[in-house]
């Protein structure tokens, strides 16, 4: 049996949490077919395979955000517990937990879709360096444009200051002598 589910449905369901791509309870059970409780029942009984790195419990404050930031999450709508946060590794220990053809078909779906957006995310750093390098590049020519133009306005600007005669005067001549005139 090969259960198809659509790519965009599983990243849809990936959330950054604590600084990592993690998918909720819930979301892996409907992918799954089976209840949350079924779900997290299955991870309480082998809760040794889930250490923090591969599953955390958010907090009251973590599920509140989650419910502002997503509109279709409404009250009662689901669980009052808190959910569980998988990680990656989190999620392909499932499959030994929920041992169907279903969860092994679904967890291989989910395995893809957590490499497309690391494969994304590389991608979108290394056109955010590109651009950087590219901004810094420019930014010296900026100065240099400028210093030369600041140069040119120098040159062209005229002179306020007043030349000196070359010579002497009849004043300064009687001043060296104390004489007035």
Not at 3 to 15: A, F
Not at 61 to 76: A, D, I, M, P, Y
Not at 129 to 140: C, D, I, P, T, V
Request: glycine residues 4%; positive net charge.
């Amino acid at each position: 049996m090969t259960t198809t589910v659509p790519m965009e449905r599983i990243t849809s369901k990936i959330y950054l949490i604590r600084g990592q791509k993690v998918m909720l309870d819930r979301d892996l059970a409907g992918l799954y077919g089976v209840e949350t409780k079924v779900l997290k029942q299955a991870v309480r009984r082998n809760i040794k395979r889930f250490p923090d790195d591969f599953m955390f419990e958010l907090t009251k404050e973590e599920k509140q955000s989650l419910r502002s930031q997503n509109v279709t999450l409404k009250r009662g709508q689901h669980s009052k517990y808190l959910p569980f946060a998988f990680t990656k590794e989190g999620v392909a220990m499932l499959s030994s937990v929920l041992n169907s053809d279903r969860a092994i078909d679904v967890n291989i779906a989910i395995m893809r879709a957590f490499v497309q957006l690391r494969r994304l995310m590389a991608s979108h750093d290394e056109l955010a360096n590109k651009l950087a390098e590219l901004e810094r590049h420019l930014r010296g020519h900026d100065d240099q444009i400028q210093a030369i133009f600041e140069a040119i306005q120098q040159l062209i600007a005229p002179t306020a200051t007043k030349k000196k005669k070359i010579g002497f005067t009849v004043k300064e001549e009687l001043r060296k002598f104390g004489k007035k005139k």
